[in-house]
């Protein structure tokens, strides 16, 4: 296994594709949905796995699927891949193994991607069945629901499902992927491209934010917690590591107190980890240039505990309660 290549000719950052991407169901081929067979892997720092963890809190289904956790920076070998070094002897007490490639290529021996997080893994099986971060938090609300706790929120309405997935599909490539397609841009021409449409699609949802509470009115679905993790990383990370400096959210009035609203809601701010994010993305190995690997500073800042300021957003909806239930 060794470092794909995810750069084209022109410098512009193109995101590996899933390889596992089996759906939950009854049907040959599809996975079963039964407590106790799965293993989450992700890490603190990734907005992708983030946004899985945040969905199985708030939908109770801690106690069906475990969950394993990587280290914030990468392991210092000859290929991108994460380690369980978080754990006693380096080793995930569940899975018996290291690094994540392990799990992978047991998977597949043949598998040349990055070993990604989210990996949901058959713990009877030993092998990875699932790295769809882009559809696993609809298989949580969706297939899952004969495990969610007792009155669960709503996170994907069905009379509404049709319009989150396009703006999903929006923030997916906008600013999900748009902060990574700054970062690891290769030309200059690359990089404006997408800080361009990043900064125009900010713009377009503080406009958003601005008559609505949510991203679809009174209460949380799937598309905040989508944009949720994108957001709470980029002041602390994005803005100064992946050059995305035109703005920080503080900058605006209504995505920063959207921000606030979300983060102090049980499963979102308590499964954020702001020094590990701040590890990563400013010190790890494949992000890192070499100046600042060899001078091994951690930014001091910014001030984190304004997250925890008054951001009156309630007064947009009217209700205490932010789920639909």
Request: proline share 5%; charged share 25%.
């Amino acid at each position: 296994m060794g470092n794909p290549i995810e750069v084209d000719q022109k410098g512009k950052f193109n995101r590996q594709t899933n390889r596992f991407i089996s759906k939950f169901g009854n049907e040959a081929g599809q996975l079963p949905v039964e407590a106790n067979r799965y293993r989450l892997i992700w890490s603190e720092i990734c907005p992708w796995a983030h946004r899985t963890v945040i969905v199985r809190k708030l939908l109770g289904l801690e106690d069906v699927i475990s969950l394993g956790t990587v280290a914030p920076m990468r392991p210092d070998v000859p290929r991108v891949d994460w380690d369980f070094t978080l754990d006693e002897n380096g080793v995930d007490p569940v899975l018996g193994i290291h690094y994540l490639s392990e799990i992978y290529l047991k998977t597949d021996a043949e598998y040349t991607g990055r070993p990604t997080v989210p990996a949901l893994v058959d713990v009877k099986e030993g092998k990875v069945v699932n790295n769809d971060y882009f559809r696993l938090t609809n298989y949580f609300e969706l297939d899952w629901a004969p495990f969610h706790k007792e009155n669960a929120p709503n996170l994907y309405p069905e009379h509404l499902r049709e319009e989150i997935d396009a703006l999903s599909d929006i923030i997916f490539h906008d600013v999900n992927n748009g902060v990574y397609k700054c970062g690891f841009a290769r030309s200059q021409e690359a990089y404006e491209e997408a800080y361009d449409v990043l900064f125009d699609r900010l713009d377009e949802l503080e406009g958003r934010l601005a008559q609505n509470r949510f991203l679809f009115g009174d209460y949380i679905t799937d598309a905040d917690v989508r944009l949720y993790t994108t957001l709470v990383r980029f002041d602390v990370a994005y803005y100064a590591a992946f050059k995305t400096n035109r703005n920080r959210i503080i900058d605006f009035p209504y995505l920063w107190g959207y921000l606030r609203d979300l983060y102090e809601t049980p499963g979102f701010g308590d499964t954020t980890n702001f020094h590990a994010i701040k590890m990563h993305y400013h010190l790890s190995n494949h992000i890192a240039s070499d100046d600042q690997k060899s001078l091994n500073i951690l930014p001091k800042g910014p001030d984190t505990s304004i997250f925890n300021t008054p951001h009156n957003r309630e007064k947009l909806s009217g209700k205490k309660e932010k789920f639909l239930i």
